[in-house]
């Protein structure tokens, strides 16, 4: 059974970093593209970022975030993550890792790690 497991999160200064960490187990990672949603208090989960099976290929970001996060994926370790830099009291969330396989349309969601950015 694929199942992705979150780390990382905790408390930051705004305008530091942070980096998120999500593990895949129980499948090829190589045939799942994956990304990142995050939730805050009384708010929809919004899309974060996201990562082709191939990272050269494609990496797409929000708005909010484009030029401050990056993500990466690898697949020797089964892993993707998100750097986190410039962090703003806004990008305060729960953050969710997904993968998504080439040959379906079901994303599998992690538990979620939480990110505060707060003096």
């Known amino acids: 059974q694929v199942q992705v497991v979150e780390s990382g999160g905790g408390l930051v200064q705004p305008g530091g970093s942070l980096t998120l960490s999500c593990v895949f187990s129980g499948g090829d990672f190589r045939d799942y593209a994956g990304g990142w949603y995050r939730q805050a208090p009384a708010k929809d989960r919004e899309f974060v970022a996201s990562?082709?099976?191939?990272?050269?290929?494609?990496?797409i970001y929000s708005d909010a975030v484009e030029n401050r996060f990056i993500i990466s994926r690898d697949n020797a370790k089964n892993t993707v993550s998100l750097q986190m830099h410039n962090l703003k009291p806004e990008d305060s969330a729960v953050y969710y890792c997904?993968?998504?396989?080439?040959?379906?349309?079901?994303?599998?969601w992690g538990q979620g790690t939480q990110v505060t950015v707060s003096s």
């Open positions: 997904y993968v998504i396989p080439s040959h379906g349309s079901t994303r599998i």
């Open positions: 990562i082709a099976r191939a990272a050269a290929d494609n990496q």
